[in-house]
């Protein structure tokens, strides 16, 4: 609140941007809530909208510096060069830029955009669960790449699977479609996440809040039967959705 008070004082105006993770947004509530004010979604640019303004600004940088006017110089060396080693004017320009952009490209590739199975914004998420998505058992395993957990909520709390979904989409931001074979039994409940679960998504799961009662999410062995304690391994293939 501090920092967007700067932004416009002094009757000035602007726009103050704001990164939030899925762990901060009920800090996010709470700016809103104080300020009374409320703060606008953002989506992030595509990769081809970057290229688009990366070309633009590429194109005007070389329109600028044609109008300089030490270029007589490089207009006689570049005329030699050519010369001499029988190319056009285009290959030395190419290869002109691309001593320019060595280090950083100009164009960024396709595997920085955004995934077709893109997270929902935190207003989305305020909703339900899509009931597709919710399965009210599990069977005898959980798939490949899941892990079964066992957490201490259950019939004789009132809790449904949707309150199950809803929590751990919303608390720990992970996306529904990763949330699976939820099982409620009388005193707890059972549900499969992915593998290689980071340790401060576990320790958020953890504190998380059921139908006025912890979680107290453990991770569930083969043999059936609470792990007392989790060691959780990072892995690259535990998604996580974010926030714009």
């Known amino acids: 609140v501090h920092r967007i008070g700067r932004t416009g004082r002094a009757g000035r105006t602007g726009d103050a941007i704001l990164f939030v ?20 979604n953002m989506e992030l640019p595509s990769v081809k909208q970057i290229n688009e303004q990366r070309v633009q600004a590429f194109q005007k940088t070389v329109t600028e510096s044609m109008t300089h006017k030490d270029t007589a110089f490089f207009k006689e060396m570049l ?27 100009l164009l960024l590739s396709e595997k920085f955009n955004t995934p077709k199975k893109s997270f929902e914004s935190s207003e989305k998420r305020q909703g339900s669960p899509n009931p597709k998505r919710v399965r009210a058992s599990a069977s005898g395993t959980p798939n490949k790449g899941m892990l079964r957990y066992r957490m201490e909520v259950g ?22 479609e990763f949330i699976q074979q939820v099982s409620i039994h009388d005193s707890y409940s059972t549900v499969d996440l992915p593998e290689g679960m980071p340790k401060n998504v576990f320790r958020d799961l953890l504190k998380t ?10 991770l569930i062995n083969e043999a059936g039967s609470p792990n007392e304690i989790i060691k959780p391994k990072v892995k690259k293939s535990f998604k996580r959705k974010t926030t714009h």
Do not use: F, Y
């Open 209 to 218: 809040w059921v139908c006025g009662k912890q979680l107290n999410i453990t």
């Open 79 to 105: 005329q030699g060069l050519q010369e001499e080693n029988n190319v056009s004017m285009e290959d030395i320009a190419a290869s002109l830029a691309v001593m320019l952009h060595k280090n950083t490209p």
């Open 21 to 40: 993770n899925p762990r901060e947004r009920h800090l996010l509530r709470d700016i809103e809530r104080t300020t009374k004010k409320k703060i606008e």
């Open 155 to 176: 019939k004789s709390n009132g809790v449904k699977p949707g309150n199950i979904v809803g929590a751990i989409a919303n608390e720990a931001g992970i996306e529904s």
